[in-house]
């Protein structure tokens, strides 16, 4: 025979101090900011809390005292809120870095500018990645979109030593970026589709569509018929596609 002991995740409780809204590459994701705790040998000082919709299931406020958990005792999260008199609202009505004003799209929040410069920024991340370039973080492509005015990976693509030299970046650096751009001059299909980050369509996805369609085919699609025959695709992501295609990748692309 074997016996199998179950152990409660480890918790603790403490306060949010703040809910901090950081940029994802399509959505706003909020992050509760805790008095620090030691869980379990741990010291948490930050919980993401998933989504929009995810706070308002809480009631999660700033100021409420709450039960944290280390699930699999590595990832914390809130399981439960205890509210105070005093604690104010978590919510933010404007985008943090351009200032339009967000729109709450079940189960998430976005800016709906897609000019935001984090925005920008973040899809450009999500699409060098896609592509298999490695290496670049945040606050390179930070540098690189707000220096050069670089807005999508077309442009990316196009950068060269003198620009990035010009901007400050030292040679080693730029020879660094450089090869990895280099080395990613022919890529899959599917992972040209995915990196243009249209809402839903991932690798996989991508892959599903490519089966029938070339990308010279979505190009011309304007009728839903057409992609929801396909197995992951419903409505609402045929019309992204089609909009995408019609309104978006012309102008970035061509």
Not at 12 to 38: C, M, R
Not at 163 to 179: H, M, P, R
Request: some cysteine; hydrophobic content about 40%.
């Amino acid at each position: 025979g074997s016996v199998a002991f179950k152990f409660k995740n480890p918790q603790a409780k403490t306060k949010v101090i703040d809910i901090e809204w950081s940029f994802g590459k399509n959505y706003l994701t909020p992050v509760a900011i805790l008095e620090p705790v030691d869980i379990n040998g741990i010291t948490v000082e930050r919980v993401s809390v998933a989504n929009y919709e995810n706070v308002c299931k809480l009631n999660l406020n700033i100021g409420d005292n709450v039960v944290i958990e280390r699930a699999g005792d590595v990832i914390p999260h809130v399981i439960s809120v205890e509210h105070c008199s005093e604690s104010k609202s978590p919510f933010i009505e404007y985008c943090p870095c351009c200032g339009e004003k967000l729109i709450v799209e079940l189960p998430e929040i976005m800016c709906p500018n897609n000019n935001c410069k984090e925005k920008i920024i973040r899809r450009l991340l999500f699409s060098i990645r896609t592509i298999g370039i490695d290496g670049i973080g945040i606050p390179t492509i930070k540098k690189i979109v707000n220096s050069l005015n670089i807005t999508n990976l077309f442009d990316f693509m196009k950068i060269n030593s003198v620009d990035l030299l010009k901007i400050g970046f030292g040679q080693k650096t730029t020879e660094n970026i450089i090869a990895s751009i280099n080395k990613t001059v022919a890529i899959d299909d599917y992972q040209f589709l995915t990196s243009l980050n249209i809402s839903d369509v991932g690798e996989e996805v991508a892959k599903l569509i490519l089966e029938e369609y070339t990308i010279e085919d979505l190009m011309k699609i304007d009728n839903v018929d057409n992609l929801i025959k396909i197995k992951g695709i419903g409505e609402i992501t045929a019309n992204k596609i089609i909009d995408y295609f019609k309104n978006v990748f012309f102008l970035t692309f061509l």
